[in-house]
Antibody, heavy 117, light 112 residues
């Protein structure tokens, strides 16, 4: 069974940093691209970052230059380093294996990040 | 960035009746490989999103056949043939053709 479990969320002051982790299991992690998607309280979904199996990376403009996605295939883990956090970064952050086809699409349960003074 | 616009944003539906959600993109979503990377997701209250449809019209495993997707180019539709109580939630389309990927604003489906 595919499982994605996020951790590392919490409260942080504006300008601070946080590192999110996503532990993957139930599939060959190294073979799949992975994503981070966030959802501000009461708002819609926002795709924020992608990393391919070979390391190609993309970011949404809203986080480019502040957030860094990475992966450790040996540990079946996905990461999101978030720096220079702003109030508008407050959201539930989902780790997701979105996929493009019949291989399926999987989401974690999300981890809440609150940026407030 | 590609803007994805859904309508309506709120959709009250009677149980057993059909429902339809529109998704329009500001650019064609046909990729150079000939595929159209348009997806539909359902998010039930308090839950993580779940994908229903991939590449416009393909149902994910386990998705009831009352859900169907159609469209091409810049104009797409999700249809529910007969709405059931478990279909309450917010539905999002997402384009995965152009970077950055973008979601529509979401359509809230509720029972009248």
């Amino acid at each position: 069974e595919v499982q994605l479990v996020e951790s590392g969320g919490g409260s942080v002051q504006p300008g601070g940093s946080l590192r999110l982790s996503c532990a993957a299991s139930g599939f060959t992690f190294s073979s799949y691209s992975m994503n981070w998607v966030r959802q501000a309280p009461g708002k819609g979904l926002e795709w924020i970052s992608y990393i391919s199996s070979s390391g190609t990376i993309y970011y949404a403009d809203s986080v480019k230059g502040r957030f860094t996605i990475s992966r450790d295939n040996a540990k079946n883990s996905l990461f999101l380093q978030m720096n220079s956090l702003r109030a508008e970064d407050t959201a539930v952050y989902y780790c997701a294996r979105l996929g493009s086809s019949f291989e399926g699409c999987y989401w974690g349960q999300g981890t809440l990040v609150t940026v407030s003074s | 960035d590609v803007v994805v616009t859904q309508s309506p944003l709120s959709l009250p539906v009677t149980l057993g009746q059909p429902a339809s959600i529109s998704c329009r993109s500001s650019q064609s979503l046909v990729y150079s490989d000939g595929n159209t990377y348009l997806y539909w997701f359902q998010q039930r209250p308090g839950q993580s999103p779940r994908r229903l449809i991939y590449k416009v019209s393909n149902r994910d495993f386990g998705v009831p056949d009352r859900f169907s997707g159609s469209g091409s180019g810049t104009d797409f539709t999700l249809k529910i043939s007969r709405v059931e109580a478990e279909d309450v939630g917010v539905y999002y389309c997402m384009q995965g053709t152009h970077w950055p990927w973008t979601f529509g604003q979401g359509t809230k489906v509720e029972i009248k």
